[in-house]
């Protein structure tokens, strides 16, 4: 997809001492996974290139926490402790933006919900590969 097909979205934490913008597309999808993290913190995201995400403001607010493989870089606020964004695993090249974080999250022509088996991870990562990968381009 074009990036003149998409258009630059601000958000971000609940506090506002971290601001991002991504461009996304007027249809979306985002990922409702049921992996330990995700579902705890009922985070549905929706996974970008890296090229698409700016952080505006907060990175000296920016924590990090990671576990288990420790690939994921899950980020949040020091001040209020939203997760607005983070690297997943599935799509280290990329950006999972959570999707309620954004200042607008219903402003799409569509937003489709995917159910992903973050719980099976290893066996379901693959289906997440392209996310990150702009279209026309090797995943």
Request: with cysteine.
């Amino acid at each position: 997809m074009s990036e003149a097909a998409m258009r630059w979205r601000q958000g971000g934490c609940h506090c506002g001492a971290v601001r991002f913008e991504v461009a996304l597309p007027e249809r979306i999808e985002i990922e409702d996974c049921n992996c330990s993290i995700c579902a705890m913190v009922r985070n549905t995201h929706v996974i970008l290139p890296a090229r698409r995400f700016r952080l505006l403001q907060g990175a000296d607010r920016l924590k990090t926490y990671t576990f288990n493989t420790h690939k994921a870089q899950h980020t949040f606020c020091s001040v209020c402790g939203v997760k607005s964004f983070y690297t997943p695993r599935s799509n280290p090249d990329g950006f999972a933006v959570t999707w309620a974080c954004l200042d607008d999250p219903k402003d799409f022509d569509e937003v489709v919900v995917n159910t992903f088996d973050g719980v099976n991870w290893e066996k379901n990562a693959a289906a997440l590969a392209h996310k990150s990968v702009e279209p026309g381009q090797d995943a």
